[in-house]
């Protein structure tokens, strides 16, 4: 049978891709990152192994026992953890931070990847696992953006390529054709929440993947918390990458942002 490595963060993400992976026959090993991973996940996977964000030895350790040699990551793990005390990285973990040119996510997800090939542990495109759940191309809402917002959304789109070309962040929030906040290590949702309350009523958020997206990891990916975060500002507008922007529980999404009366798009150029 195929083993796959689940390496699991935060979010719905890993229990969509843990249930796509058991669906293509493969058995699958959770590795559940804590504090981060879903307590469900237990029970959409094969096995789990928890392990503390900070240890990477001890994430290796679990997949050699379980015989992996293909592993995938799914889920957001927040660099803002390495910030924090409470999160102490092991001998492994700090040596790979270590050899790091910068901090950048591009920079110490490929180091991740480099340890864990070196370990004889290949990891895989996450779209294998969930291909049906990017964003098509077009409006997926009833309501479609105003000739004001479509602007908003072509102005934002330029913005949001170049900080990830720049790998600073996936998400600008504009209005009016003005920048009320980048993404930057606090996240997705908390730049929706600082940008749309700097906006008042009425933000346009735009998410795309970088212009050399590697589907390996950091793939731009949204879902209840993203709406969630956007009817708390009062946000009107969600423009996501057509094909390249991962979009969870679609169905109930698209009925809760009609309900809210917020735009979901799949845009491109």
Not at 14 to 22: I, Y
Not at 106 to 120: N, R, V
Not at 189 to 194: G, S, Y
Not at 206 to 212: D, E, I, M
Request: charge should be neutral; hydrophobic fraction near 45%; include cysteine.
């Amino acid at each position: 049978m195929k083993k796959l490595g689940l390496i699991a963060g935060k979010g719905e993400l890993p229990l969509a891709v843990a249930d796509d992976a058991k669906k293509q026959g493969y058995f699958v090993l959770a590795i559940g990152l804590e504090p981060l991973a879903d307590k469900s996940l237990s029970s959409h996977v094969d096995a789990i192994k928890w392990v503390n964000v900070g240890k990477f030895g001890k994430l290796i350790d679990a997949m050699k026992q379980y015989g992996v040699s293909e592993a995938v990551m799914a889920g957001k793990v927040s660099k803002t953890l390495l910030y924090k005390s409470k999160i102490t990285p092991d001998l492994r973990a700090v040596k790979t931070l270590m050899s790091l040119k910068d901090r950048s996510d591009d920079s110490i997800l490929l180091a991740i990847t480099d340890e864990l090939e070196k370990e004889g542990i290949r990891l895989l495109d996450i779209s294998l696992f969930c291909a049906d759940l990017f964003s098509p191309r077009g409006i997926l809402t009833k309501h479609s953006p105003s000739e004001q917002e479509s602007k908003d959304i072509e102005f934002g789109w330029k913005i949001a390529k170049e900080m990830g070309r720049l790998d600073i962040g996936q998400t600008v929030v504009v209005k009016n054709r003005a920048v009320m906040a980048v993404e930057a290590i606090e996240g997705t949702d908390e730049a929706i929440r600082r940008g749309g309350t700097l906006a008042g009523k009425g933000a346009v958020v735009v998410k795309v993947g970088k212009p050399n997206q590697d589907m390996r990891f950091d793939v731009p990916t949204v879902g209840s918390e993203t709406l969630k975060v956007m009817k708390e500002v009062h946000a009107k507008v969600l423009a996501v990458e057509a094909h390249k922007c991962l979009v969870l529980n679609r169905e109930d999404l698209v009925r809760e942002a009609d309900t809210a009366g917020i735009v979901i798009a799949g845009y491109a150029e």
